[in-house]
């Protein structure tokens, strides 16, 4: 079968570049197809290699027709009244994020609204979603698909604010092609926006992510196929590249003690010039402890590799025992960066972190795994429901504190009974990445979960709506109502920018 698997960048193709690779070495021919590059993420869509199977189609067509602002209206519309559900009531910092980014000025009063019902909101949804399914299907998409002529379409995320992914699923589907979602990240279901529109197959990790994807996203239990987390087999089988002497002095670290790694979140999670101070704060508490065991640790920091490049090159370079490896962003689907990663995790005694992804690799190689909830990250931390999963009372692996001087005692509990933290690592790992079996790969259970749906019969093209269309078709006419509050602004800045440059050449002239 041929497979186009459409992610929304090339930073998508870290969680999937392992099961592209298991697709063609069973036959499959596989299309990879992005709808941006963005600037500042170092990540690049030659990562899966060479294989004759695997082939680049490059970018799909932006929808650029006269029903783009309302289709992009609706949608985020819709992912801000998902955050109207009790369940995300608590999650200001998200909402606030999708009401800048998605939800057309116009509308921003809902935010006054605190939360409804779960039945409010789902009516709302459908009555959204008929809406958008009223909206015509792009023609240029349409020719890109067309074009590529596949079996399935694999789409990821689908969840991102105001996603104009929605545009080659409702394109597949017109065509009755077999559309399979694919949720990419442990925090893909409850931090973004809506699935917006069902597809007959949708891949997730865990128990947890189907009880996500029913509630949160009102989506039939028979469409969820629980595979495991695919993106995380690589670290199950992984040896280290180099011994911790040589490792140690990569990074500019002295082996003659153990060592920390901080591991940096992404720029929402926390921004540079907020974890660079923080940072510096905890390390200067480390360095302040009276017991020798913490006072006296080396600390490797590593920045997120989509936030690094904001971090100063002279972070932390006055601090002695502490080095920042590697420096500036890089593409994490690199196969030396991954080397290199890995080693940081096995050669490091503990981990500490805000919020991030990096946590759970630290569960899976065995390294216990703290953090301090401060008021600058209260709205992404307990303000996000995918941290909460890493809490012991979740059935997570967490040490978490709330001040620095319990962080610190925490941190010399672990460090001389490391063994205590193994069974809730365990624990979780075998809950929330490897349902199935800790020693049976997420990956070959995805493909063949697609591998199964593409076998199943094709469904019927979904006909074009024109007489709904002709209803929904003055819409289209109140296009400035229709911009987000990010858009608008944007507008505002460069309208701004234009009367400034305007002036300066009336003033030139004149001199």
């Known amino acids: 079968m041929k497979i186009l698997f459409a992610m929304s960048s090339p930073e998508y193709l870290r969680f999937y570049d392992a099961t592209v690779l298991e697709l063609a070495s069973r036959g499959h021919d596989v299309v990879i197809a992005v709808n941006a590059i963005r600037e500042g993420k170092p990540a690049r869509l030659d990562g899966v290699g060479e294989h004759p199977r695997?082939?680049?189609a490059g970018l799909i067509p932006p929808r650029r027709d006269a029903w783009e602002p309302l289709a992009r209206a609706v949608r985020g519309t819709q992912d801000f009244v998902r955050y109207l559900h009790p369940e995300l009531a608590g999650a200001a910092r998200l909402r606030q994020r999708v009401k800048y980014q998605a939800l057309p000025w116009v509308l921003a009063p809902l935010d006054r609204i605190s939360s409804v019902s779960p039945r409010i909101v789902a009516w709302t949804m459908r009555t959204l979603a008929r809406v958008e399914r009223a909206i015509p299907v792009s023609d240029e998409v349409l020719r890109f698909?067309?074009?590529?002529?596949?079996?399935?379409?694999?789409?990821?995320?689908?969840?991102?604010?105001?996603?104009?992914?929605?545009?080659?699923v409702r394109a597949a589907q017109a065509r009755g092609i077999r559309v399979a979602t694919l949720v990419a990240s442990w925090d893909n279901l409850s931090n973004k926006g809506d699935l917006r529109i069902a597809a007959d197959l949708i891949a997730v990790w865990n128990e947890t992510q189907k009880r996500e994807a029913i509630a949160l996203h009102r989506v039939a239990p028979e469409q969820v196929t629980v595979t495991g987390a695919q993106a995380f087999d690589r670290w199950f089988d992984r040896s280290v590249s180099r011994p911790r002497h040589a490792f140690c002095r990569d990074v500019g670290l002295g082996d003659d003690r153990p060592f920390v790694l901080y591991t940096g979140s992404s720029i929402f999670i926390a921004r540079a010039e907020v974890e660079v101070p923080f940072v510096r704060r905890w390390i200067e508490a480390l360095r302040r402890s009276a017991d020798p065991a913490i006072r006296d640790l080396a600390v490797l920091v590593r920045p997120h590799p989509y936030n690094g490049r904001a971090w100063p090159s002279d972070a932390l370079a006055d601090l002695p025992g502490v080095t920042v490896w590697p420096r500036g962003g890089f593409d994490p689907a690199d196969e030396r960066q991954r080397a290199g990663f890995y080693d940081s995790l096995f050669h490091a005694s503990a981990i500490v972190g805000i919020n991030t992804s990096a946590m759970i690799e630290a569960a899976i190689v065995g390294r216990p795994v703290l953090s301090i909830e401060t008021p600058e990250f209260a709205g992404?931390?307990?303000g996000t429901l995918h941290y909460r999963y890493l809490l012991p009372e979740n059935g997570g692996f967490l040490r978490v504190s709330s001040n620095v001087d319990d962080h610190l005692r925490q941190l010399a509990d672990v460090l001389e009974r490391p063994e205590a933290a193994r069974a809730e690592l365990a624990r979780f790992v075998g809950q929330f990445i490897r349902p199935h079996g800790v020693d049976r790969p997420a990956t070959p259970i995805l493909v063949d979960a697609l591998e199964r749906y593409a076998a199943s019969p094709r469904p019927a093209p979904v006909p074009a709506r024109r007489a709904?269309?002709?209803?929904v078709w003055p819409l289209t006419r109140v296009r400035p109502l229709l911009v987000s509050g990010a858009a608008r602004r944007r507008v505002q800045v460069e309208r701004k920018r234009g009367m400034v440059r305007k002036a300066s050449a009336v003033a030139s002239g004149k001199s």
């Open 145 to 168: 698909l067309e074009a590529q002529q596949p079996d399935l379409v694999a789409v990821s995320p689908l969840v991102e604010p105001a996603s104009e992914q929605i545009d080659i």
């Open 468 to 471: 709904a269309a002709a209803l």
């Open 380 to 382: 992404t931390q307990e």
């Open 54 to 56: 695997v082939s680049v």
